[in-house]
T-cell receptor, first 113, second 110 residues
Framework: DAGITQSPRHKVTETGTPVTLRCHQT?????MYWYRQDPGHGLRLIHY???????DKGEVSDGYSVSRSKTEDFLLTLESATSSQTSVYFC????????????FGPGTRLLVL | EDQVTQSPEALRLQEGESSSLNCSYT??????LFWYRQDPGKGPEFLFT???AGEEKEKERLKATLTKKESFLHITAPKPEDSATYLC???????????FGAGTTVTVRA
């Protein structure tokens, strides 16, 4: 357990509405990541953060934005949710540095109708 | 672009029936190969990191090995509690992200 919590754990929303997912960590790790997991695709990186207010895009960042105003919180926002963003979203942290082992949170299951 | 392919997609075993999972990869300069276990409805749980060809690591009934092109996860005398999806991921030497395979779902019947 790397001290990661995600909220909400489940969410159902409608197409076109904004959605924000929260990742919270308790151990002041610098590097945090957002992945999505879809059947047949494995986990894919959406965005990552290497410090407060420092973020960068991953391989599937279109339609997503992130913010990190505090070390412990990393927010993922879907500005206008689409059905293709129905997925399970995982937050991860790396312990020690950006190339250290990544540990994952419990996930948020999002359904966009 | 890094690529990871896991096989088989699904594996059904009888309790005590040993088997192996395969992870083939291409990466520009391997920094590490990672194995995770994922139970339904939960996040991936870290198992092993392998850094160089020839390296092996063990944990209970699991043993991971690494060559220059692939990694194997050997499950010896599995028990029903070993049922899970096993994920393989690679990280390049100049990269921050993990590239994951789609996973192998293992079901162990008593």
């Amino acid at each position: 357990d790397a001290g990661i919590t995600q909220s909400p754990r489940h969410k159902v929303t409608e197409t076109g509405t904004p959605v924000t997912l929260r990742c919270h960590q308790t151990e002041n790790h610098r590097y945090m990541y957002w992945y999505r997991q879809d059947p047949g695709h494995g986990l894919r990186l959406i965005h990552y953060s290497y410090g407060v207010k420092d973020t960068d895009k991953g391989e599937v960042s279109d339609g997503y934005s992130v913010s990190r105003s505090k070390t412990e919180d990393f927010l993922l926002t879907l500005e206008s949710a689409t059905s293709s963003q129905t997925s399970v979203y995982f937050c991860a942290i790396s312990v020690g540095g950006e190339q250290e082992t990544q540990y994952f949170g419990p996930g948020t299951r999002l359904l966009v109708l | 672009e890094d690529q990871v392919t896991q096989s088989p997609e699904a594996l059904r075993l009888q309790e005590g029936e040993s088997s192996s999972l395969n992870c083939s990869y291409t990466v520009s300069g391997l920094r590490g190969l990672f194995w995770y276990r994922q139970d339904p409805g939960k996040g991936p749980e870290f198992l092993f990191t392998l850094y160089s060809a020839g390296e092996e690591k063990e944990k209970e009934r699991l043993k991971a090995t690494l060559t220059k092109k692939e990694s194997f996860l050997h499950i010896t005398a599995p028990k029903p509690e070993d049922s899970a999806t096993y994920l393989c991921a690679v990280q390049g030497s100049n990269d921050y992200k993990l590239s994951f395979g789609a996973g192998t779902t293992v079901t162990v019947r008593a």
